[in-house]
Each structure stands twice: as C-alpha cells, then as structure tokens.
C-alpha cells in the first residue's frame, strides 16, 4: 500500500513558476516508478512526467519537455514537479501516482493522490 499527498498547486501568471510535491509513506518504495498526470476541465487525464525510484531515469510528454523537471528526495520520500514557464494550457488538477511499470499510461499506476489545482492566468 503506498499514500501519496499532494501539495503546491495554486495561481499563477503566465511565464510564472511553481513547484509541486507529493509525499509518500508506505511500503516498497524503492520498486516504485513515480509519475505526475494532469485533467483539465473536459479533457482526459494525461500523461506529464514520470521518474523511477531506484535509479532516478525521467521522462517527460512532449508538451512539458525543457519547462518541467520531476525530481525525488529519498530522505523525505517526496517526488517534486518544478514547472517553469507556465502557460494557461498548463491550467489542470495535478495528480501524482505510484506504480510498478514505466509506463505513461494512467491505467498502469495503482495509487494515486488526491490532486492538487494549478491555475496559470493569461
């Protein structure tokens, strides 16, 4: 069983920045591959970056590649998402999930945390 909480979302002006955290507790940690999804309104759930426990291999969609960066802090058991250069297509609730696969599908994560809102004003 792995939790995962979310937090860091808020507003932001165009061009802005914010960083998202996600702790986690629970067991088998180190087998994890930790990624984070976004939903907009209307829209599917979609694929945004993910990283791997044990040997910190990212990888990111096309739409963030060179603006967001998803890093980990083994001591504090928490998955960051530094997004820079925000544009209003970037306005979602952000989601991170835990799972065993490298995969950028969502039905390949087990876990998922609650979600956190992440407005980019134009």
């Known amino acids: 069983q792995v939790q995962l909480v979310e937090s860091g979302g808020g507003l932001v002006q165009t061009g802005g920045s914010l960083r998202l955290s996600c702790a986690a507790s629970?067991?088998?940690?180190?087998?994890?591959?930790f990624g984070w999804f976004r939903q907009a309104p209307g829209k599917e759930r979609e694929f945004v970056a993910r990283?791997?426990?044990?040997?910190?291999?990212?990888y990111y969609a096309d739409s963030v590649k060179g603006r967001f960066t998803i890093s980990k802090d083994n001591a504090k058991n928490t998955v960051y998402l530094q997004m820079n250069s925000l544009k209003p297509e970037d306005t979602a609730v952000y989601y991170c999930a835990a799972g065993t696969s490298f995969s950028t599908a969502s039905t390949s994560y087990n876990y998922w945390g609650q979600g956190t809102q992440v407005t980019v004003s134009s």
């Open positions: 990283v791997n426990w044990n040997y910190c291999i990212t």
């Open positions: 629970g067991r088998t940690l180190s087998e994890r591959v």
